[in-house]
Structures are given as C-alpha cells and as structure tokens.
C-alpha cells in the first residue's frame, strides 16, 4: 500500500539522490519491496506503467548489461542462471508498455540467440525464445524474422526447445488465420515454410514440413499448394521425412485398420455425454470425496480424452482424402513412387510397406494406370506378388494394398493374374484356415472392385469353399457368393444364384456393363420420389436452407399422407374395387416408396405372387421379355393413373403417386436441375427400395430353405459394404480382410493371467490393512471413546439393557468379592 | 503326473513348432542377447601423489587453484569465503600463476561481484583478491578486460546496493590501475554515466564518490591519449637513401599485443579521446554538474579540496576541446549543462567556500 501513492517526480530531484540521503519513509520503502520482488514490481508497472518507468528502467540497464555479458561468455554459471532467467520474465512481461526499449530488448535477445545460440544455457535460450513471443504478438518484431530465427533455432540439439517453436508457430498461425485472418501473412510464412522444405539441413526440412501438415490438418493452409509441398516429402532422402509426408496422405493406422472408436465411446461414456472435462472436474470439486466417485471421475476423464482424440482422428480421416485428391499430378507421383519401390536399396520393411499403401491409395483413389504393380506372378521380383505368400510379415496388409489398388479401369486380364496368384498361395487346402480366409477376403474385396475380372472357373472353386468345415473359410466363401449374386449371377453355380431382385432385372444398379462400358442413363435412379415440379416460390434460385428445408417437409408429409391414405383404405376395408385393385398393382410391380409397401404386399394378390415366382424360377428368361411385360403394365398404369387422377382429385399429391416412376424419373431428371437436398433424398429412397425388395426375397426364401442368422448378416454386411463405397474414398479396409467370423483361438491361460493382472494394476490389494490413517489400529469400541457422548450414548444404554439376568448377576457377585478382597471367581 | 507333464514339456520346448498367424510378426528366436552384465570396482586407496617432482602449487588446505576456482561456484556462503581466502593465499605465495591463469581466474572472481549474499567481510576480502589480480601488468590483462569489465558493469547496474556499492569501488580499482585500458573501452564511459546520471544510490560517502569522478574524468585527462609514432625520413629517390633509418621497434614496443585499431570499432576509438569529441565533453557536463553542485552546496570543509580537482579537470576539458566549431549551439547547450552549478553559486551560504567558487567562475567563463 505504500507504493500506491507514488507520483511521478521530477527528474532533477531524482538526480540529487546519488548518494544516500534520509528520504521520505514511502520512497525507502518502496525500494525495499521492490528490490526482491520482481513479481510485485511487475504487477505494479502493469498498473501505472509511467510512474514506475525509472524502475523498470534499472532493470532494463540491468539486463542489457547482462546480454553484453552473455555476448562475452555465453555460459553462465548455473547459480547465475535462476536470477537472468526471473529478470527476462519480468522484462517480457513489462516491456510492451515502452516502446523504445522493447524494440531494443527483442533486438538484443534476437542478436544473442543468432550468434551465442550454442552456447547458451538451455533455460534461458528458451527464456529468450518465450519472452521473444509477446513482442512479436504486440508488432515490435517482424513476424518472419523471428521465424527466420527460429528455423536457426531448430537447428540445436535441443528437444525442448525444438518442441516450443513447433507450438508456437502452430499457435501463430492460429491467431494470424482463425483470429485476424492476415491473409497476407500466412501467404508468407507458408512460402517461406515451403522454401525452408528444400533446406539441406534435414532438421530444419522436418520441422517445416511438421509445420505445414500441422496447418493443413487444422485447416490454416488447406489447399493444393500446402499438399503438393508435402507430397514432395515422400521423396526425400531421409527416410523419415519419408514417412512423416507418407503417413499424411495415409492417415492413421487406425482408419485403414477399419476400426471405428466412435462407436463403443458411446456405449461407454453414456452419461458424461456432453459435458466437458472442466464440468467434471468442478462437479468432482465440490462434491464429497468419497472413493467412488473419484473412480468415477477417472473413468469420466478418460472416456472425454478418449473422444477428443477419436475426434482429431477423425478430422484427419476427411483431409487424407482431401491431400490425395488435390495432388497435382498423380499419375507422375504415383511413378515416381513405384521406381522408388522398385529400387533396390536397403531399407526398412516398414518404410516399404508404408510406401506400398500410399501408391495402392493414389492409384485406387485416382483411377491410375500403374500397371507393373499388379505384376505377373511368373516374374518373381515383381511387385507386389513377390510379397503374397502366408508367412510374408504383415502379409494381410499387402493383400489390403493389392486391393485397394485395383479399381474399375484396370485391365481384367492384369488383376485375373493377381487373383491367380492369391488363390494359389492362399486358397489351398495344404494351408491353415486362417491363410484360406484371408485370401478369400482379399480376392472378394478385388472382385468387388473388378467384377469383369472374375472367371467362372475360379469363382465355382472358391465357391466349393461354402461346405468346408472351418466356419470362417466357408463364411468367407459365402460372402464370395453372395456379391457375385449382386453384382453378376451368371459366374455363379446354378443353385448359388439365388433370385434376382427387381433393381437386378431392370439391371439399374450395375455402373458397368462390361470392362470400360459405363452403363449410360438417361435419368437419375430414384429421382421418381421427388415431386414433379418444384414447388415455385420466388427465391428459389438462392440458396436458403429455411425455405428449402420446409419444402422438403412438405414433400415428405405429402407422400407418406398419400400412403397412410390408400394404407387405412386397404386395411378399413372400404372397399372401392378398383382403387384397391390399384394399390395392389403397383406395389406388387414397383416396389414403391415405403415400408408400407412391404406390409401391404404380405395382403397382396395371390396372382401377382405367383407371378414373381415365375420371375425367380424361370432365370434364363430374357430380359427383353420382362421389359415387354412393363412396358405394357406401363401402358395400363397410365390408362390407371387416369382413372385415379379423376377419382382423387381432391389432391394433387396423389396424383403424383399414380404416375409411372420411370417416367416420373425421367421426367424429373430431365425437366430441372436437383439440388444437393434432392440428390440426398434421393439416396435415401433408394436405400430403402434396396432394403423391401431384400426383405421380400428373403421372406420368398423361406419356404424352399430356412434362413439362418449368418444369411442375414452376410447381407448386412455386404449391403454396409456396398454404403461405404459410396461414402468415403470407397476404399477396402484391413478389417475387411481379416474379417473372422468365429474367433480364431482361445487365449492361453498365460495370456489370460497376463490380461488379468494388468486389471488389477493401480488396484488396491486385498487383505492388507491400512498402515495410517485417522482410525488405523484402533477397534471401534476405541474409537467410540473419542466420540461426542451423545452420539453413542444411546448405544451404551442399549447395550447396557441387553444384560441377562445372569450377567448382571454374575457382575454383581464379581463386584461384591472385590469389594470384600477376594479374587472374582466364576 | 502332472509333474511329469510340466517336466515333458519343458523337455519339448525346444523343439516345439511356432505357430504362424497371418498377418502377424513373428517373435525372432535367433537374437542375441546382448545386455552386459558388469560389476562395480572399488578403490580401496587413491593413487598416491609423488610429493616433489610436481610443480603445482595448494593453499593451506591442500587445493589446488583450479579447485578453489571451481568452489567460488559453490553456493553456501562459507565455502565460498573459504574459497576467496585459499585463493588469495595461493595468489600472495605465487604470484606468477596470476598471469598463467588470468583465462580460468577472471570470470570465476568477477563472476563473485554480482553475488548478492555476500557480506562485508567477504567483500574486503574479495578486494583484496582483486587488487591482487590488478597488479598484473596492462599488456597482459587486455585480452581478459572486457570480460572483467562486462561483469563489473553488470553489478554496478545491479537491483541490489550492497552489489552496486562493491562494483564501484572495484571499478574505481580499475580506473586507478589501468587508466589506457579503460580509456579504449566505450562501456566503462557510457555506462559510468549513466550510473553518475540516475538515481542509484551505493552506501559510499560523499568523498569517495569524488574522488570516483576525479579519476574516471583523470583516464580520459592524460596527455599520453594521443601519442605519435611519426617519424620523419626523407627518401632520395635519386640514389634510393634513406636520411635516417625507421625503427618500428617503439612503435610497438608499449603497445597492446591484441589491440589493432583495423580491429577496433570507430567508437572505441572516438571515445579513447574524449576531450576531442564536443558531444561527450557535453554528456559529462550535463551529467557532473548536478552532482558537483549539490556536494558544494553542503559546504563540507574536507570536500573543498576535492572540489577544486573536480572541477579544475573539468574545466581543463573545455579548454582543450578543438572541435567546438563542430557543433553550432555548443555554447549555449554548455551553459545550459552548467546551469544547476550556476545557481549553486548565487546560494548565499557558499560566499565563505572562496576557494570552490572561483573554481566554479573559472569554469563558467
């Protein structure tokens, strides 16, 4: 308090007081305080920096006497160390309030660092560093330079150190793109970030290229420039740098292993669901501490960090992708990786294979023509069968990257080698179960994305595999099956053919007719779920979410209105014949928009069964003959919809049902341009129409055979299977390989003792008594006597009152021998 | 028999098939172990030393010098005292290792200036290590005197009075010892200054604060600042004769080994003049004369003397200055540097102090 009544002074008089002088007590006092605790003197220059510029001054004089020094004799004794180290920190927090002098601090400590930056003690070479950041934040040092220094910095074998640059650049760049959006600034620390990737010095190329994937996955630089400089990182002569620039584009192991964390956080983490580690901790603060909760609180701790990380995770899944996408030229990138990998230098295995799952994904997201890396199995040094045997390391990954590599516009001839190849090293009966799984995982995971690649021969052998006894070799020969009877039934043994579904027969599902023909349509599939026209409101043409959001509803509700409508009149009874008649035509044929339409269809005519049966039996059956029949169901559904457009003419939405979905699809696609809204929609509908027609034929399956739990999930997973294609980058994952159906093996009991006592790691141990504490070695009845009487009281007079006769009789006579001088006897 | 069992498997081991999973690393069994098993050996008895034949020299204790050296580090005070009285011990006995090792002793005892829990009879004592040190002659301190200037400066500047007051009297040693050597350094002025000009306070008196002054304005006063080498030769180009012969010998027979004017920046070399420099002669006006005028105001007795010195130097820097024309205001900005003597000289209780206010009319006019 002394302090705070200081005024500024006359300087003259300031002078005067060379030597010492009795003075006011305050003054005398003030310097005492001060003298010691930087601390305290800091926090007063913060709040009235002008009248206590004569003290920061001092240290100022201080300080820049001690750099002098520091250019002299850069090592300073360690006892000497502690007090510089408190004087930068209380310089660097002050100094911003005096603009001469904080430019000359930060030039000052910015020429140390550049020229005694070897010799410098570790602590204050970071002191430095980290007073150097607010003056850069305030302006009075030039961003790049002090980056410049840095990068000079980084150079030092200092671990620390190198650790805060990393993070204080990253932190920067925060500032400068998220916050003040200096475009102009960014633009020039990442030019010089990518300048600083052609460095010889392999420390400083790291640390940039640290920087810049840093800022692309936090989205500071995210574009194709940032990638592309990356990108030439696989290609440089550090294998490290190698693997740092490779694992960007791959992503984490965790994504390719196919593993999804999200999923089992939230079984787990039920209640702690969205509150924040901070809440957490509060609520745990104030709450009684008992042992439970603070188990709790652990778990709750780990299950909120364990979400933040799947979180980063998966913010890095999106921008792997986006970082293969935007390569500039992929076909030359992909080449240039393939000669390194078949160069014949010496290098780890891992490196290898790390470089193998980035070509496989540039060449399988790209759509590349790299031929030589399915390679034929007769040449041994080729790619990558050289590799395909069941002992070969980490053999299921390179079977993922063969995969993953082929894609629709590779020649069927190339990857029928491959197939080859993996059917003789794997798919033997000489070879253990596991071996024959994988690799008929990983020729069905191939097939899914060549199917023309197939040949009929092949695929009965694996399909013979269904009856072996190994539960997961004859899963996987199923699951071979059942894609084959999607994508084409023909390949297949008769009786593995299974029905067709309707979207089968009309043959709208394939992209492919043959190798290189797309099959070409003249709409989009499913657009039939949309309304006809768009509903016309005048600011259609601009995009708001409201306004289409609501139409969208409107949309929903007219067509599920419609149904509910023709539902209870199918259901009530009411019974207009041809209305019904109607109904039921439709959904038989069509396999209309909803669940409803399966539901119905169980009441449906028996005619219009039979007639599906037909379809099913007769497989040879020309497709011309069946289009001949919609064609004319086309005819009569029209004269129909007629019909009912008169009848229901009370709304115009029904009508809209009545209409013939592929014209109506045409007529959609054609007349407008969709927008994103509609197009997802779209998905949806589609979805769904899969979804009833494969419960209708696995409800039709159950009179010839009965259908077991593994039919349906095979579906399931072939149906998730076909979802991801089109989501993500549509590539196969390692878990798809090795997808076992039954547990592979039991745990020995090592293993399982091993597991048990890790559990009990960190676990209280049972048996053993506390060695302190409040009540350790005490009974109760001890400690009853440090008890308020009152408390216990009512439990000594309970007690007391519990007494037999006999007891108090005994205790009687005890008492009065005692009294009389005799030994208590029983 | 479950015996038996174990005892048949652990026999098989050896021999028992790996099982291969695919996909999965294989653990080696073919490595070698190579953890080092080693084991520790105890000295019963050191070495003996062979008393005699080495040259070195221990204080009483038994230390050699670069032990005490390393003990002025450590960080109890007593140890550290011990350190300086063990070194000074060695020192006084041989005096010729003050020279050989001025590398490792400068920055271990400089260093010790700056200590701020130090005491006062530690501090004489490191005094008087350092006046000890100061007796080596300037050729051979000047490669080791920035250094040791650098921390003096530093504790002169230092938060702490006790550091501040020791710094002074350390560097006044200096000024004292070598006057040419501190002449050549622009630090010692610029800070002294600076020191003189802010409001530092140091437990010294009065008189040894003059008598500072006296001397730091005494280095700068000596007429050897500027010494010539020039010689005068004709050269008879005709015959190619020489009129005299050129010895370069004296030209660097007392100079310093390590000093190259190429070498030394223009302004270590501009202040090594100071009385030829308008500007400086104007910062030290600007900056004694609040000072001066403030010890003849008290109107000590026993100061009057070193008044008269004071300002008798002073005055004799303004009459040497030569390059006055070089600053077109010089003369009003030095009346204006001179003002608080002025005044100090109209106070009435001055009139009986003659001797200090003639003193003051002659620097004035």
Same mark, same amino acid.
């Given at each position: ?64 006497? %001690? ?50 930056? %070897? ?131 791959? =992503? ?111 060449? =399988? ?101 269904? %009856? ?13 099956? @059942? ?224 259908? @077991? ?20 980058? =549509? ?96 | ?10 026999? $098989? ?16 069994? $073919? ?26 020299? &221990?204080? &009483? ?13 450590? &960080? ?72 040791f200037v650098a921390h003096i400066l530093r504790g002169l500047t230092h938060s702490h009075e006790s550091v501040r007051s020791f710094a002074l009297t350390v560097i006044h040693l200096l000024l004292d010892t070598y006057p040419s050597l501190c002449r050549d350094n622009t630090d010692i002025f610029q800070t002294i200054l600076h020191f003189i000009n802010s409001n530092r306070k140091t437990s010294h008196s009065t008189r040894v604060l003059l008598d500072f002054v006296t001397s730091f304005l005494k280095i700068y006063d000596s007429d050897s600042a500027v010494v010539s080498y020039c010689v005068e030769v004709r050269l008879n180009t005709e015959d190619g004769t020489l009129s005299k012969r050129i010895d370069m010998c004296p030209a660097t027979k007392h100079m310093d080994p390590f000093h190259f004017p190429v070498l030394t920046t223009s302004a270590a070399g501009a202040s090594s003049s100071l009385f030829t420099s308008p500007e400086t002669l104007l910062s030290l006006t600007q900056a004694l004369s609040p000072l001066v005028a403030r010890v003849a105001m008290e109107n000590d007795r026993n100061l009057s003397e070193h008044l008269v010195r004071l300002l008798s130097l002073m005055k004799r820097g303004v009459e040497r200055q030569p390059n006055k024309f070089m600053l077109v205001d010089f003369d009003e900005r030095y009346a204006k540097a001179c003002d608080p003597l002025l005044k100090a000289a109209k106070i009435p209780s001055m009139k009986d102090n003659k001797k200090v206010l003639a003193a003051i009319a002659t620097l004035l006019q």
């Amino acid at each position: 308090n002394t302090i705070a009544f200081r005024v500024t002074t006359n300087r003259h008089l300031f002078k005067m007081s060379v030597v010492p002088i009795p003075q006011a007590s305050g003054k005398i006092n003030k310097f005492a305080m001060t003298e010691r605790h930087l601390g305290f003197l800091q926090e007063m220059v913060r709040k009235n920096p002008e009248s206590y510029k004569e003290e920061f001054l001092d240290q100022y004089e201080h300080f820049m006497q %001690t750099i002098k020094l520091l250019h002299l004799q850069p090592v300073q004794h360690r006892m000497d160390v502690q007090p510089l180290l408190d004087s930068i920190t209380f310089l660097s927090g002050v100094v911003v309030f005096f603009k001469e002098e904080a430019k000359a601090f930060g030039d000052q400590m910015l020429t140390v660092l550049r020229e005694q930056s %070897t010799g410098l003690d570790p602590h204050v070479r970071m002191a430095f560093c980290k007073a150097l950041i607010p003056l850069r934040n305030k302006n009075f040092i030039e961003p790049l330079t002090l980056l410049e220094l840095f990068f000079e910095l980084v150079k030092l074998e200092d671990k620390h150190l190198r650790k805060f640059i990393l993070s204080s650049i990253s932190s920067h760049l925060k500032v400068i793109c998220v916050q003040k959006k200096n475009l102009k600034l960014a633009g020039k620390i990442q030019n010089f970030c990518f300048a600083k990737l052609k460095d010889s010095r392999s420390i400083v190329v790291r640390c940039s290229q640290l920087i810049l994937i840093d800022a692309f996955r936090k989205k500071y630089f995210r574009d194709t420039k940032t990638a592309n400089a990356i990108s030439e990182g696989c290609f440089h002569k550090i294998p490290k740098i190698q693997v740092a620039a490779i694992k960007f584009f791959i =992503g984490s192991k965790s994504d390719e292993d196919g593993e999804e964390e999200l999923s089992d956080d939230d079984e787990n983490g039920g209640e702690e669901e969205g509150k924040t580690l901070k809440e957490v901790m509060n609520a745990f603060r104030y709450a009684k501490k008992t042992k439970k909760r603070e188990r709790d609180l652990e778990k709750a701790k780990k299950t909120i960090n364990k979400k933040k990380k799947a979180k980063k995770e998966s913010r890095g899944k999106e921008c792997n992708l986006l970082a293969v996408q935007s390569l500039y030229d992929p076909q030359e990138f992909g080449d240039r990786l393939f000669k390194m990998l078949e160069s014949t230098k010496v290098e780890k295995f891992e490196v290898r294979l790390f470089r193998l799952a980035l070509l496989a994904r540039i060449i =399988g997201i790209h759509r590349l023509q790299t031929l030589q890396f399915y390679s034929i199995p007769l040449v041994p040094s080729r790619y990558v069968q050289r590799y395909l045997q069941p002992k070969q390391r980490d053999v299921t990954r390179i079977l993922l990257y063969a995969a993953q590599a082929c894609h629709e516009l590779v020649p069927p001839d190339t990857i029928e080698n491959l197939v080859k190849c993996i059917a003789y090293n794997f798919v033997t009966d000489r070879n253990s179960p596991e071996a024959i799984t994988v690799g008929i995982n990983a020729i069905r995971e191939i097939f899914n994305n060549c199917p023309f690649a197939a040949n009929e021969d092949l695929l009965r052998d694996l399909s013979q595999y269904k %009856t072996y006894k190994n539960k997961n070799v004859s899963m996987a020969a199923r699951a071979i099956i @059942t894609l084959f009877r999607q994508v084409n039934p023909k390949l297949l043994h008769k009786k593995d053919r299974g029905r067709l579904t309707a979207e089968q027969t009309e043959g709208e599902d394939r992209e492919y007719l043959d190798f290189g023909v797309p099959a070409v349509r003249e709409f989009v599939p499913g657009a039939e779920c949309l309304p006809e026209e768009r509903e016309e409101n005048g600011e259609m043409e601009v995009d708001d979410d409201e306004e289409e959001e609501k139409s969208d509803d409107d949309g929903w509700v007219d067509v599920h209105h419609a149904e509910d409508v023709s539902d209870e009149e199918g259901e009530e009874e009411v019974e207009v014949e041809d209305e019904e008649d109607e109904d039921e035509d439709e959904e038989g044929e069509w396999e209309t928009d909803d669940d409803a339409a399966g539901d119905e269809e169980e009441e449906g005519d028996d005619d219009d069964e039979d007639e599906e049966e037909e379809e099913g039996e007769d497989e040879e059956e020309s497709e011309d003959e069946e289009e001949g029949e919609v064609g004319e169901k086309n005819d009569k559904k029209a004269t129909q919809s007629k019909k009912q457009k008169k009848r229901l003419s009370k709304s115009e939405m029904k009508a809209q049902i009545a209409t013939v979905p592929k014209e109506k699809a045409v007529k959609v696609s054609e007349g407008r341009i969709l927008t994103q809204e509609e197009f997802k929609k779209i998905n949806q509908f589609q979805i769904k129409k899969a979804l009833v027609s494969q419960k209708k034929i696995a409800r039709e399956i159950v009179g010839t055979r009965k259908r @077991t739990l593994d039919d349906d999930r095979l579906d399931e997973e072939y149906e998730e299977k076909r979802q991801r294609r089109v989501e993500g980058d =549509g590539l196969p994952r390692l878990r798809d390989i090795e997808h076992f159906h039954k547990k592979m093996r039991r745990a020995t009991k090592e293993e399982r003792m091993e597991s048990i006592m890790e559990g009990r790691e960190g676990r209280e141990e049972y048996g053993k008594r506390k060695k302190n504490g409040p009540h350790v070695g005490k009974t109760n009845r001890e400690n009853a006597k440090k008890k308020v009487f009152n408390m216990v009281k009512n439990k000594i007079r309970g007690k007391n009152r519990q007494r037999s006769f006999r007891d108090q009789q005994c205790s009687l006579k005890n008492y009065l021998m005692k009294q009389a001088g005799r030994k208590p006897g029983n | 028999r479950m015996g038996s069992k174990k005892k048949k498997a652990q026999k $098989n081991a050896a021999f028992k098939k790996t099982k291969l999973k695919v996909g999965k690393v294989l653990k080696k069994t $073919n490595t070698t172990d190579s953890t080092v098993e080693s084991r520790k050996v105890v000295l019963l008895t050191q070495l003996e030393e062979q008393s005699g034949s080495s040259t070195a020299v &221990y204080s &009483y204790r038994g230390l050699s010098l670069d032990n005490l050296c390393s003990q002025l580090g450590h &960080y109890s005070k007593s140890v550290r005292k011990n350190a300086i009285v063990g070194a000074k011990q060695i020192l006084t006995s041989a005096p010729n290792l003050i020279e050989a090792h001025l590398r490792t002793i400068i920055p271990a005892f400089a260093r010790l200036i700056s200590m701020t829990d130090t005491d006062a009879a530690t501090h004489a004592q490191l005094k008087s290590l350092l006046e000890l040190v100061c007796t080596v002659p300037p050729m051979s301190m000047s490669p080791h005197f920035p250094l040791f200037v650098a921390h003096i400066l530093r504790g002169l500047t230092h938060s702490h009075e006790s550091v501040r007051s020791f710094a002074l009297t350390v560097i006044h040693l200096l000024l004292d010892t070598y006057p040419s050597l501190c002449r050549d350094n622009t630090d010692i002025f610029q800070t002294i200054l600076h020191f003189i000009n802010s409001n530092r306070k140091t437990s010294h008196s009065t008189r040894v604060l003059l008598d500072f002054v006296t001397s730091f304005l005494k280095i700068y006063d000596s007429d050897s600042a500027v010494v010539s080498y020039c010689v005068e030769v004709r050269l008879n180009t005709e015959d190619g004769t020489l009129s005299k012969r050129i010895d370069m010998c004296p030209a660097t027979k007392h100079m310093d080994p390590f000093h190259f004017p190429v070498l030394t920046t223009s302004a270590a070399g501009a202040s090594s003049s100071l009385f030829t420099s308008p500007e400086t002669l104007l910062s030290l006006t600007q900056a004694l004369s609040p000072l001066v005028a403030r010890v003849a105001m008290e109107n000590d007795r026993n100061l009057s003397e070193h008044l008269v010195r004071l300002l008798s130097l002073m005055k004799r820097g303004v009459e040497r200055q030569p390059n006055k024309f070089m600053l077109v205001d010089f003369d009003e900005r030095y009346a204006k540097a001179c003002d608080p003597l002025l005044k100090a000289a109209k106070i009435p209780s001055m009139k009986d102090n003659k001797k200090v206010l003639a003193a003051i009319a002659t620097l004035l006019q």
